[in-house]
């Protein structure tokens, strides 16, 4: 029951089982079904749900635990089975561009699965409200599209759920067996290099951009018009911000329309408080952080620890050994029960380890505020539309970016050389200052400050 609580969404710490259903013998498929719901409701047990379970002080005995089946949203083509539009939307947008509001929400898309977009890998990011509005330049398009998208193989007959876990009968492919599927149609373009440009000739050479155009830009099905009536109505419903998991089937096989799915409605919290941050009073060259945008609200007076990332270590194709030595690191920060500040490049919490740290939530469940960076040749792009995105949302953690440069941003990583070196692993060290840090975080107007006491 707290998967959608009102109060705490358990966003994404219980498990989710996909089976393709596909041997001969109806004994073997009810089989694998028990075995799959039992597996979903151990999950309440496991360390990331328990750790879960202590970050909020919740207690496990007072969850009651059902189990879902729904089936799988898609199309089977040849071997493999997946959704060609799957996303999630947000009634509020904590990052808005150009002449968007944060009212406006915002939504995320991809083809394939729906993990891919909840695990924050990279996505097409769009504003309900203003669906024909490109957040980025072509080149930055072409560089953060979607290259590959999660199916299911449905010639894979003998899974192994205990051992594989969910991604069991989950297959990882390239982005051109959509495109020889014909799924790219109505969802992609095509980098013309000569031209600087993006087309719709699939038959010409160069990188495939996953930007929806057709549908977006030249409304072949009303997807932003529905995204933005569907999150207005909810959130007048729940009388509160919300977030939504929906897909699209495209499928116009047998006369059937397009169809669009509502998967789940949950509700984004915000916890509201008045808080006066006037930068004036302050001198930014005396900051650890000022950011001019992002997300969370309040002031944080009790905490002395900050773990960072050793930039002249970082290797991007490492970030799975960081996230393993920040389970660590936060493991020992539970058992002394002491909240940190968490700074490091890239994306926390995104299943794609070229993008940023695989951590999983519980894994850095004791950070109240999160700082990801960008690093000269490891852009950064915000986590939004994951469920861990949501987790933070819903803990009021304060969550910042700082773009590599940003003239409007400022990151002083040598104010920590002032502090006490605490722990040390191969990508991070771990500070304690003497009198605890001042953290001001104004939701209103997006803007925070850290800043040492003197």
Same mark, same amino acid.
């Given at each position: ?142 560089? /953060? ?46 980098? /013309? ?25 030249? /409304? ?28 699209? /089937? ?205």
């Amino acid at each position: 029951l707290f998967e959608d609580s009102m109060q705490q969404p358990f966003s994404g710490v219980y498990r989710t089982y996909i089976l393709p259903n596909n041997q001969e013998s109806e004994s073997e498929r009810l089989n694998q079904l028990c075995l799959a719901i039992k597996l979903v409701y151990a999950s309440i047990f496991t360390d990331s749900a328990r750790n879960y379970f202590q970050a909020v002080n919740y207690k496990i005995e007072e969850e009651k635990m059902a189990v879902i089946i729904q089936e799988l949203v898609g199309t089977a083509k040849d071997q493999y089975y997946y959704t060609q539009i799957s996303g999630v939307a947000q009634s509020y947008n904590y990052y808005p561009f150009s002449y968007m509001q944060p009212e406006d929400g915002f939504s995320v898309a991809a083809i394939g699965l729906g993990m891919y977009v909840v695990g924050g890998e990279k996505s097409h990011r769009f504003c309900p409200r203003y669906p024909k509005l490109e957040l980025n330049a072509i080149p930055d398009q072409v560089k /953060d599209s979607q290259t590959h998208f999660y199916a299911v193989d449905l010639k894979k007959q003998n899974i192994d759920l205990i051992n594989e876990g969910e991604d069991a009968a989950i297959v990882k492919l390239p982005l051109k067996i959509a495109e020889s599927e014909g799924n790219l149609l109505h969802m992609a373009e095509v980098f /013309d290099f000569e031209n600087q440009r993006l087309i719709g000739d699939f038959t010409k050479r160069g990188p495939r951009v996953v930007n929806f155009s057709n549908i977006l830009k030249y /409304d072949h099905i009303p997807l932003a018009k529905t995204l933005k009536i569907l999150l207005n109505f909810f959130e007048e419903a729940m009388g509160t911000p919300v977030e939504i998991e929906y897909a699209v /089937d495209l499928n116009l096989e047998n006369d059937k329309l397009p169809t669009f799915y509502l998967l789940q409605i949950k509700p984004l919290i915000q916890k509201e408080y008045e808080v006066d941050l006037n930068l004036e009073e302050y001198n930014p060259d005396d900051a650890i952080l000022y950011a001019s945008k992002g997300m969370g609200n309040g002031q944080y007076s009790h905490i002395k620890d900050v773990i960072y990332m050793d930039i002249d270590k970082f290797e991007k194709t490492e970030t799975g050994e960081m996230a393993k030595e920040m389970r660590m690191l936060n493991k020992l920060m539970v058992e002394e029960d002491r909240e940190y500040i968490l700074i490091g490049p890239g994306r926390w919490g995104t299943r794609d380890k070229f993008t940023g740290i695989p951590v999983l939530w519980s894994h850095i469940s004791k950070a109240r505020v999160i700082i990801e960076m960008g690093l000269k040749d490891f852009p950064l792009d915000a986590s939004l539309g994951s469920h861990f995105f949501h987790n933070v949302t819903s803990m009021n953690v304060g969550y910042f970016s700082v773009p590599h440069r940003s003239p409007d941003n400022k990151l002083n990583l040598d104010k920590l050389s002032n502090a006490e070196v605490i722990n040390q692993t191969h990508y991070f060290k771990h500070v304690r200052f003497k009198k605890s840090l001042h953290v001001i975080m104004d939701g209103r107007k997006r803007k925070a400050l850290i800043m040492p006491r003197k």
